[in-house]
T-cell receptor
């Protein structure tokens, strides 16, 4: 257990539905990252928060994706109008201040049918 | 530009040694190594910084050749617990942000009794 919690662990949804994932980082970590991982590949960076501010979004994060981190604590990632290509593991990671070690959660596995 | 890892897969007997390589076409500020076991979160192993500084776990060693833009991870006297997929990550866009990484495709290591 890395201390980063993600819910749900698994989500199966029909194409076109909206889904929301939650990440609870380690409490003193002000930096939070979302990654997506497909089978047999390394994680791909999606977006980054410092406290409550979303500082960067990858081109992978289309208009259907939105992420928030209200009050600089937990974060949510929402996918609207899901497509089969969205099926992947969505990972959250947090880092404290000027630290170098990212602590990853176990991820939410999304399957779009 | 995604770093390239080699080999793609390694099978070892307990006690044997292995080397995993990571190459980048871009100048590197740092190289990060993570291990991910099946169904689990990626776990930080080591970071190597430009200038030779290393931060990581005691039983794993690594090298970082800045000129060649390469890093190698050395696993000596392997144990069953070393099994998993190893990822190297390099900062996106030459950033010093240690959470915004581009990961290689991974090297799967299997240690057999």
């Amino acid at each position: 257990d890395t201390g980063v919690s993600q819910n749900p662990r698994h989500k199966i949804t029909k194409r076109g539905q909206n889904v929301t994932f939650r990440c609870d980082p380690i409490s003193e970590h002000n930096r939070l990252y979302w990654y997506r991982q497909t089978l047999g590949q390394g994680p791909e960076f999606l977006t980054y928060f410092q406290n409550e501010a979303q500082l960067e979004k990858s081109r992978l994060l289309s208009d259907r994706f939105s992420a928030e981190r209200p009050k600089g604590s937990f974060s949510t990632l929402e996918i609207q109008r899901t497509e089969q290509g969205d099926s992947a593991m969505y990972l959250c990671a947090s880092i404290e201040g000027s630290g170098t070690e990212a602590f990853f959660g176990q991820g939410t596995r999304l399957t779009v049918v | 530009q995604q770093p390239v890892q080699s080999p793609q897969a390694v099978i070892l007997r307990e006690g044997e040694d292995a080397v995993i390589n990571c190459s980048s076409s871009k100048a590197l500020y740092s190289v990060h190594w993570y291990r991910q076991k099946h169904g689990e979160a990626p776990v930080f192993l080591m970071i190597l910084l430009k200038g030779g500084e290393q931060k990581g776990h005691e039983k794993i060693s690594a090298s970082f050749n800045e000129k060649k833009q390469q890093s190698s991870l050395y696993l000596t006297a392997s144990q069953l617990s070393y099994s998993g997929t190893y990822f190297c990550g390099t900062p996106r866009d030459g950033s010093s942000n240690t959470g915004k990484l581009i990961f290689g495709q991974g090297t799967t290591l299997q240690v057999k009794p």
